[in-house]
Each structure stands twice: as structure tokens, then as C-alpha cells.
T-cell receptor, first 111, second 114 residues
Framework: DVKVTQSSRYLVKRTGEKVFLECVQDMDHENMFWYRQDPGLGLRLIYFSYDVKMKEKGDIPEGYSVSREKKERFSLILESASTNQTSMYLC??????????FGEGSWLTVV | AQSVAQPEDQVNVAEGNPLTVKCTYSVSGNPYLFWYVQYPNRGLQFLLKYITGDNLVKGSYGFEAEFNKSQTSFHLKKPSALVSDSALYFCAVRDMNGANNLFFGTGTRLTVIP
């Protein structure tokens, strides 16, 4: 089975802090994704990566950056956290950008 | 551009009854269509997909979905609902002819009443 692991399930951070969300997949997938999920808005794509050191903006990249130094690891970075970034963050990976495998999610609260 | 509509935020059904969760889509080319399920405090799990071929697609946990090109729909169905089916269901679409990623609907919360 594909396993996508998000290192932190629940985080509470202060406004202005730098936040790192880490994600690791074990299936040698080329493609990795970061989504945020908010009630009534569904899933919105923040960034994705189709190869090591490659990244592409999704639908809502503002306030976020990403890093993919190794194939199995894709990190989401909030340079200066704000309260409107309080959300559930979902990492995912895929072989072909069709069937996507998700991690368990990271609940981030910014106070 | 691609889009997905899940017209119902909430669907309630009695245990043992058939269930339907609706999805319509819009893409410029031919669609890839997907259903995912999310249980409380968990990530999304893949249920089924339509890529090509038979319009009726069978997936995990007894779910199925029918691709209807003329109505641009991909409704999720199950003949007999279980309480354990209660969850949040997401429809997703990708334009087969584009380099776009999956685009998700806003989700439908299914509650199966014992």
C-alpha cells in the first residue's frame, strides 16, 4: 500500500512564525501535492511538484512556499503565518497525476 | 477551465436504503473523473475512477458511479447504505487533454441513519 506520512497532525503556531509542514511518501512517485481543506471550499491546490527541485504554483500559492530536495519528501513552508492560514493541510502523491494518495492531514491553528 | 459541482452539502439516508451522491462537471476536453471519501479527522481515500470504457464504474466498499456524458454527470451510488458509509465524499475531475491537475468539488456529507 502507498503510504504518505505527514509528520505533524496538530500544530498551534503564533502569528508571524515560520512554519514547516513535512511530508514523505514511500512509493517513488514523481508527483507530490499540497492542498488545504476548508469547510465549504473543498480542497484547493497550493503547490505541486513533478520532480526533485521542481515546483509549480497551484490555485492558492500566496503566503506559501515549498521545497523538494529529495524525491520522497515535499515540504510546505509558511514564511510568516497568519490567522487566515488556519486550516487542514493535506499532502498527496501520485504516479500519473490521476489517482492521488493522501496523507492523514495536518491541522494547523495560527493564533 | 475545469470545474466540479456537488449540489448537495448534506445527504441523509436510512440504513439499508440506496444512496446517491451527485456530481456534475465541466471540462473543455474529455474528463477523467474520481470519487474520494474522507472519514473524520483523516485524509482522503480513493474510491473509484472513470478514465475510459464502460460508463458504469465499480469501486471500493460496494460503491459504483455512472459516467453520463450528455448530462456531464458522475453520480456516486450504492444499493444498500451502511452506517459506516457516513463520511464526506468528494468528486474530482481532470481534463484528459490538458496538463491540469485534479480539481475537487466542495464535498457532500453523507449521513446514514440507523
Amino acid at each position: 500500500d502507498v503510504k504518505v506520512t505527514q509528520s505533524s497532525r496538530y500544530l498551534v503556531k503564533r502569528t508571524g512564525e515560520k512554519v514547516f509542514l513535512e511530508c514523505v511518501q514511500d512509493m517513488d512517485h514523481e508527483n507530490m501535492f499540497w492542498y488545504r481543506q476548508d469547510p465549504g471550499l473543498g480542497l484547493r491546490l497550493i503547490y505541486f511538484s513533478y520532480d526533485v527541485k521542481m515546483k509549480e504554483k497551484g490555485d492558492i500559492p500566496e503566503g506559501y512556499s515549498v521545497s523538494r530536495e529529495k524525491k520522497e519528501r515535499f515540504s510546505l513552508i509558511l514564511e510568516s503565518a497568519s490567522t487566515n492560514q488556519t486550516s487542514m493541510y493535506l499532502c498527496a502523491s501520485s504516479f500519473d497525476r490521476n489517482t492521488i494518495y493522501f496523507g492523514e492531514g495536518s491541522w494547523l491553528t495560527v493564533v | 477551465a475545469q470545474s466540479v459541482a456537488q449540489p448537495e452539502d448534506q445527504v441523509n439516508v436510512a440504513e439499508g436504503n440506496p444512496l446517491t451522491v451527485k456530481c456534475t462537471y465541466s471540462v473543455s476536453g474529455n474528463p477523467y473523473l474520481f470519487w474520494y471519501v474522507q472519514y473524520p479527522n483523516r485524509g482522503l481515500q480513493f474510491l473509484l475512477k472513470y478514465i475510459t470504457g464502460d460508463n458504469l464504474v465499480k469501486g471500493s466498499y460496494g460503491f459504483e458511479a455512472e459516467f453520463n456524458k450528455s448530462q456531464t454527470s458522475f453520480h456516486l451510488k450504492k444499493p444498500s447504505a451502511l452506517v459506516s458509509d457516513s463520511a464526506l465524499y468528494f468528486c474530482a475531475v481532470r481534463d484528459m487533454n490538458g496538463a491540469n491537475n485534479l480539481f475537487f468539488g466542495t464535498g457532500t456529507r453523507l449521513t446514514v441513519i440507523p
